[in-house]
């Protein structure tokens, strides 16, 4: 069973940048369909990333498009989110999320119920 652990989030004003990590262990992570999901106070969970374990096709969320990247590190077996352009409608709790579905569509990266294991969060504060 993979274990997650999200790190890297902070304060950071509006326009600045901020990478988040995933270190997994326990399982490789090419083993995995990756994503990156948020959730802020009193709205779902939303995606924000995602990318098939073959490392491609990769998606993204239509209000973080162009502006975010996933990437992975087989050698670090870590999934990264590169933030930049930071918005305060960016502001929440990030959690990454590792899943075995067999095929890897936007619908299927997108969606909670794809993914089995979660990290804890790490909390993101755009401040304007």
């Known amino acids: 069973q993979v274990r997650l652990v999200e790190s890297g989030g902070g304060l950071v004003q509006v326009g600045g940048s901020l990478r988040l990590s995933c270190a997994a262990s326990g399982r490789t992570l090419s083993s995995y369909n990756m994503g990156w999901f948020r959730q802020a106070p009193g709205k779902e969970r939303e995606f924000v990333a995602g990318k098939a374990r073959s490392g491609s096709p990769t998606y993204y969320g239509d209000s973080v498009k162009a502006r975010f990247t996933i990437s992975r590190d087989s050698a670090e077996n870590t999934v990264y989110l590169q933030m930049n352009s930071l918005r305060p409608e960016d502001t929440a709790v990030y959690f990454c999320?590792?899943?075995?579905?067999?095929?890897?569509?936007?619908?299927?990266?997108?969606?909670?119920?794809?993914?089995?294991?979660w990290g804890q969060g790490t909390q993101v504060t755009v401040s304007s």
């Open positions: 999320a590792a899943g075995t579905q067999a095929v890897a569509t936007f619908r299927d990266l997108s969606s909670v119920g794809s993914y089995h294991t």
